[in-house]
Every structure is written in structure tokens, then in C-alpha cells.
């Protein structure tokens, strides 16, 4: 219960003003402004190299959520297109009528239960898919590209694809099925390798901001000594005392971990700008969209660089409470 | 209310400072702790407020063993204790009134609450034109008033102050003793450590005189 009074007697609107320059917090309205002298002063707070070091940590930590954010986005939108569609392959050589192949196998495809649209590519279709590879050449007339048929499925209402896989192997010589599965299995893998990745990046981050916050309130404290010297000869606790060290540094984490949010989402703001001019080409830029999207965050994503800039405030404020009352433990 | 039982008290390993201290200060009671420079009057008053541990012997403060009392335990007692510093221990930072209204904000009262009672309080010391002056402008009687009222404050149940009159002139000094008599007639009990017998003479009072690392009460 005491961790709910500390929350309910908090001086919330103290952070204000550790937020917001004296100028604009002088025009806020009384009820938000802390009348009430500070015990500890500011400047014996570790200022702005500090304030530097937090908000590049939040920047990091905010670019690793973004980064993770943006590519699970990108793969579940892959897995969800191509869970949606099965890819019909028919093997040109050794057919002598392949269209005809192509219509009899998209007429059997769109029987089947459970297919809501069956679209058969053309010759033209397939060479296209090469392009990015092979580049435009006449060569590609010549070559021996398999036809495809695109299946998409009622994914409310899926079809059984092992019995129209046999179905074709035995009706249709030449056609295979291919239901995606190895892709979005491997899709996942990357995902899912993205996202411990950046929860390891999240970790050294969070664990250098709690070092760097540890260091911040032991030399706080050693040049306050006096300070909490009279503060607990006049009978203040380790409560009162490190709520007083603990609303600076809650207020620099704050301040520094919205610097950080900003910058990381300017820079998410600018990222597909970069991405266009630095982008290697039409086919590098294409590649790089499929894996990680357009490089632009939506709404949630912004939400979560929010988030991150309060977990950073949290850290500093959490942080430095735990510092100070384990310093003035060893003072006892 | 405050009992030192075979109290000794020595820094790491030299000579003892303090030998087989043994006295009792009851509630509501009046008394000087006195004896010439470096007798141990300071280290006896930091021992009784709990900020150094004795080498020996037993310290009862409100009836509470001091020798195994947590940090939180200590830090509630010192609220019911008041202590005027020889060497003040303000807050420069701060204003007059902010030093002397600290104890109540330690103690989580509201400042609506107590902001009339401070004014008065430093009115009362003389320093009604210094309210908001930093420390920095006042002068060591002033200072020395400004520690007084931050002790008083909050009418503690004992009240300890180490030469409180040092730095006053005569009338101040009456004036700051008046204070702790009328502090004790509501109650209080007052430990008053100095060695101005001219004080002393002002008011019948026990005395606990140290010579020697040796406490006798007289």
C-alpha cells in the first residue's frame, strides 16, 4: 500500500515544471505550479550532459521499438497475403497446349470449396515477376517460364489443400501447389529473430541509462551530503529524502526521453525520404520495402515511441529512488 | 523520557571521550549540560540524538533502545526531538521562512497549515524583516535564531541546544531562553549545553556538568 500513496501523494504537478521552460510554466495555472521550495537543488543535479546522454539513449531505444514495430507490421502483412493465396505452378516443358492446360486447371481450381477467386497469370504476367532480376530482354520469350495460378482462399472457410493437392497430382501432369508455408514459416523466423534482436538492443540501453542514472544520483548525493545531513537531523526518512532526488531525476528522464521520442520520430518521419534517395536502385528500393515497409510508422507506432520516452522517465525515476536509499543505508 | 546507562563513548581506537555516563531526564524537565571546551558536551548531545553509536552502555530515548533501532525508527524519534546546532545546519539555499518550516514538511503537513504559525514563530525571534531573506545577508546571531525557531517548531517533546546563546548579544539571549522556558511550561523538556554561567544564573535548573569524559549532575 505504501507504493499506492507514494503514487497518490507524488507531487505530479511538480514534473511540470521540470519538464517545461520556468517561462511557460510561469503562465500555467496556480493548482499546476509547485510554490514549494526545492529541498535539493536543481543545479546540484548532474544538467545537461546528463540530459544529452538520457535523450540519445531514448532515441536509441526508441529507433529499436520503431525498427521491431515496422518490420512485425511489414511480416504480418506479408504472412496475412500470402496465408490468403495458394500459388498453382504449371511446368511448361513436356506440354504441348499450355493454355489450354491453364484453363482446365483453373476451372477444376475454382470448383473446389472454399477458393473464392482463382486468376490464371499470363506468359506476360510471369516474365514481369522476373524483370527485377533478368531485366527487360527478348531472351525471356524463349525461356521456359513456369505459368502460374493465382488461388485466393476463404480464410474463414479454407479449403482442404492436401486433397486439391492430390486432386491435381492426380488429374494434371506437371502441376504442383505451393501453399506458402515454408515462407511464412520463415517470415516468422525473422520476426521473431527482429524482435529478440531489439529487445537485446532494449536491454543494454535500459541497463546503460540505470548505470548512467546510478552514477548521476551517487554524485548527487555526495554533493548534497550536507543537505541530507540536516534533512535527517530535522527527522526526515529515506522516503522523504529520496522522493526529493527522485523528482529531479524523473523530471531530466522526462525531459529527456521526449528530446529522444522527437528525434526518433522525425527521423522515422524522413526515414522513406531516405530511403527513396539512398534506396540502391528500383530493385534494392523494392527489396527494402518488402522487408521492412515503406519505412513510415503509423499512429501505433508513434504511440510506442511515446511509450518508450515514459519507460525512460520511469527507469530515471525508479532508478534514482533505489540509488538513493541504498546510499543512505550505508550512511546508517 | 531520556536515560544514558554506563555510556561510553571513544573514536576507533584512541582514548575514551566519554566514561560510564549515567543520567535521566524526565518529561517536563529543565536542564544545562555544561563544562569547559572539548569536555564532550557536542558528542553528548550527538549520542543523544542518535547520530553517533556508543562504544558501550545503553541509550533509551522515549523509552526506545537506540542501540538496535532502524534507520525508520530513528528517523521517527528525531521528529519528536528538536536540536539547535552549534553550528546551525540551515540550508543556505533556502529562505529563512523555508528553513524554519522544514520539520513540518518533513513531517507532511500542509504549508496553508502552518504558514501563519512560522511567521509568527520568526516575528516572535526578531526576525519578522527577514522572512524571506537567504541566509546568505544574515548575520550569526540571526542565523543563530533562525536554527532556534527551526527547533522549536513544531513544539517538540525535547528540545537540545548546543550553546544556543553563543552568538547573540545579552538581550537576544534572554529573549531565545524565554522562548525554551515557555516551551518547557507546555511541556517540553530542554537540554541546554553552554558553558555562559550568566545564563545559567538566569534560571533554577539542574546542571549536568562533564569534566573529564565524566558526567555529574549538580
Partial sequence: MTFLNDIRDYPWTSLLTGLLPARIVSLLPARFQTKTAQIVPSASIAGNALTV???????LACLTAGAVYMIN????????????????????????????????????????KGVTR???????????????WLGQTSALAALPIPRLIAVEIDRSNPPDIQLIKTALTQNFEGVTLDDHRRWQAEIKTITRTAALGGLAVLSLVAAATIAVIVSATRSAMASNREIIEVLHFVGANERFISREFERHFLGLGARAGLLGAIAAALAFLILPLMMHVLGGGVVTEAETSRLIGSGELDLWGYVLCLLVALAVAGICMITSRLGVIRVLKSYA | MIRFDNVGLRYGSGPEILRDVTFHVLPGSFHFLTGPSGAGKTTLLRLLFMSLRPSRGLIFVFGENVTDLSASGRSALRRRIGIVFQDFRLLDHLTTWENVALPLRVMG??????????????????????????????????????????????????????????????????????????????????IIATHDYALMEQLEAPRLVLYDGHLQMR
Fill in chain 1, 53 to 59: 546522454v538520457i535523450a540519445i539513449m531514448s532515441f
Fill in chain 1, 73 to 112: 507490421q511489414s511480416a504480418n502483412a506479408w504472412v496475412n497475403d500470402i496465408a490468403s493465396e495458394i500459388t498453382i505452378e504449371l511446368d511448361p516443358i513436356n506440354t504441348a497446349d499450355i493454355e489450354k492446360k491453364m484453363t482446365l486447371v483453373s476451372l477444376f481450381l475454382a470448383k473446389q
Fill in chain 1, 118 to 132: 482463382v486468376k490464371p497469370l499470363t506468359a506476360d504476367d510471369s516474365a514481369k515477376l522476373l524483370e527485377p
Fill in chain 2, 109 to 190: 503537513k500542509r504549508e496553508s497549515d502552518y504558514k501563519e504559525d512560522v511567521t509568527d514563530l520568526l516575528r516572535w525571534v526578531g526576525l519578522g524583516d527577514r522572512i524571506n531573506a537567504y541566509l546568505e545577508i544574515l548575520s550569526g546571531g540571526e542565523k543563530q535564531r533562525v536554527a532556534t525557531a527551526r527547533a522549536v517548531n513544531g513544539r517538540p517533546e525535547l528540545l537540545v541546544a548546543d550553546e544556543p546563546t553563543g552568538n547573540v548579544d545579552p538581550a537576544i539571549g534572554n529573549r531565545l531562553l524565554r522562548l525554551f522556558v515557555e516551551l518547557n511550561r507546555l511541556g517540553t523538556s530542554v
